[in-house]
């Protein structure tokens, strides 16, 4: 392997046949190339795919009620299904190991106010895991705390747009709001992935915003993030035990499809996890595709290398030469094109994508890379293709008689 006059001799090979180098080395980089290129492109699908998730929480099960349709255990249709702080309580009782975050949500539109200014904005009533809910991020000052919830505090965490349209400029931090005729303290200003219109809502302690409502117990729905660590099926046979135990305890029947309402981002997320196996596996085929043809190629190519040497393998042997000896230098030397070849097309594929970066948006794809470990496994599979594709054409050819390689046209 460190046999100076080998390499020489490897060294002087490739000098003296350029053509045959380059197209074999054109294989396996071009191979790489595709192969980096395909997969990158894969996962800008699946980044941009996974984005789409994130304007409230991933694992989100969200429940309303409405009104009855079906009469139900001697009760008549057209009633209307409220829910209160109890139903909120059983529900994440039902099966607290499933949960992760919960809020109940008062939801309403008030006129709020602050010196001149003045504008309706939703007025969400919830607890302090509603900024997990909702996917929310600090931008100044604190979310809503338990001891907010506890001592019914009038405080209010807005979001970046009601502090642009109210209070504009200066820290808003400390601020008084007068919210529907009730003067809350600015404590927090959040920003939110989903948009301007997630961010002209403002967030009370549910406690405070039922006891403006008359001292009321009444939520307007219930949102839970269920464990992450649950698989889609799992989180969509939990969101079905969660309407049928709400069912029966607001005396629904199980037929009726508008008096509770249980949306389960699971089942889209089963749906979404379908599409990108099936994105990774056409990707996939296609890049192993690939991979297979660069290895045919190489194949191709030192069958061919090994066939127009024949002559020279037949004077070597001649003068002397081993088998192994010369298995070993054609090995050699297609290890050597095959890894120069092989940091080529992985050079060239990664700044590539590089250079595609942000610029396919538009087209779904977002930020397209590929893992080293993965490159380094398809480019570990080339060099070990190559020396396998040298060494039988190699072997084949190191059995020949001297006398019959001198022949051989």
Request: aromatic share 8%; proline share 3%.
């Given at each position: 392997m460190f046999d100076l006059d080998r390499w020489q001799e490897i060294f002087s090979s490739i000098r003296s046949n350029i053509l045959r180098t380059v197209l074999s080395g054109f294989t396996v980089a071009l191979g790489l190339y595709i192969f980096i290129v395909l997969f990158g492109i894969g996962n800008g699908l699946q980044n941009a795919f996974q984005q789409g998730f994130t304007r409230d929480a991933q694992n989100l099960i969200s429940i309303f009620t409405g009104r009855t349709n079906v009469a139900y255990g001697g009760l008549q249709a057209n009633r209307d299904i409220t829910l209160n702080n109890a139903d909120y309580d059983a529900i994440v009782g039902s099966q607290p190991e499933n949960v992760q975050y919960s809020t109940p949500r008062y939801s309403t539109n008030f006129l709020v106010k602050y010196g001149k200014e003045s504008g309706n904005y939703q007025i969400s009533g919830a607890n302090d895991e509603e900024s997990f809910i909702e996917n929310q991020k600090l931008m100044n000052g604190r979310f809503i705390s338990k001891r907010d919830i506890e001592n019914n505090q009038y405080v209010a965490v807005i979001g970046r747009m009601v502090q642009r349209d109210l209070i504009k400029n200066g820290d808003p931090i400390g601020?008084?709001?007068?919210?529907?005729?009730?003067?809350?303290?600015?404590?927090?200003?959040?920003?939110?992935?989903?948009?301007?219109?997630?961010?002209?809502?403002?967030?009370?302690?549910?406690?405070?915003?039922?006891?403006?409502?008359?001292?009321?117990?009444?939520?307007?729905?219930?949102?839970?993030?269920?464990?992450?660590?649950?698989?889609?099926?799992?989180?969509?046979?939990?969101?079905?035990?969660?309407?049928?135990?709400?069912?029966?305890?607001?005396?629904?029947?199980?037929?009726?499809?508008?008096?509770?309402?249980?949306?389960?981002?699971?089942?889209?997320?089963?749906?979404?996890?379908?599409?990108?196996?099936?994105?990774?596996?056409?990707?996939?085929?296609?890049?192993?595709?690939?991979?297979?043809?660069?290895?045919?190629?190489?194949?191709?190519?030192?069958?061919?290398?090994?066939?127009?040497?024949?002559?020279?393998?037949?004077?070597?042997?001649?003068?002397?030469?081993?088998?192994?000896?010369?298995?070993?230098?054609?090995?050699?030397?297609?290890?050597?094109?095959?890894?120069?070849?092989?940091?080529?097309?992985?050079?060239?594929?990664?700044?590539?994508?590089?250079?595609?970066?942000?610029?396919?948006?538009?087209?779904?794809?977002?930020?397209?890379?590929?893992?080293?470990?993965?490159?380094?496994?398809?480019?570990?599979?080339?060099?070990?293709?190559?020396?396998?594709?040298?060494?039988?054409?190699?072997?084949?050819?190191?059995?020949?008689?001297?006398?019959?390689?001198?022949?051989?046209?």
């Open positions: 601020k008084e709001l007068n919210i529907n005729g009730s003067i809350f303290k600015v404590i927090g200003v959040f920003a939110d992935d989903g948009g301007d219109w997630d961010e002209r809502m403002i967030s009370l302690p549910v406690s405070t915003l039922q006891q403006i409502k008359k001292g009321s117990d009444t939520i307007s729905s219930v949102y839970i993030a269920y464990n992450e660590n649950m698989k889609p099926e799992q989180a969509i046979e939990y969101g079905n035990h969660l309407e049928k135990e709400l069912k029966a305890r607001k005396k629904v029947s199980p037929d009726d499809e508008n008096a509770v309402i249980v949306n389960n981002k699971a089942k889209g997320l089963q749906d979404s996890f379908t599409f990108l196996f099936v994105i990774t596996m056409i990707v996939g085929f296609i890049g192993l595709g690939t991979l297979l043809a660069g290895i045919i190629g190489i194949s191709n190519i030192m069958v061919y290398i090994v066939k127009e040497r024949t002559k020279e393998i037949g004077v070597r042997k001649a003068i002397g030469a081993k088998p192994r000896s010369i298995v070993g230098l054609i090995m050699q030397e297609s290890i050597v094109i095959t890894v120069v070849s092989g940091f080529i097309g992985v050079g060239i594929g990664v700044l590539t994508l590089k250079l595609i970066g942000s610029s396919l948006e538009k087209y779904f794809i977002k930020d397209p890379s590929v893992g080293w470990g993965l490159i380094f496994a398809a480019f570990i599979c080339l060099v070990i293709s190559g020396l396998i594709a040298g060494f039988i054409p190699a072997y084949r050819a190191s059995r020949i008689r001297p006398i019959e390689a001198l022949r051989t046209e």
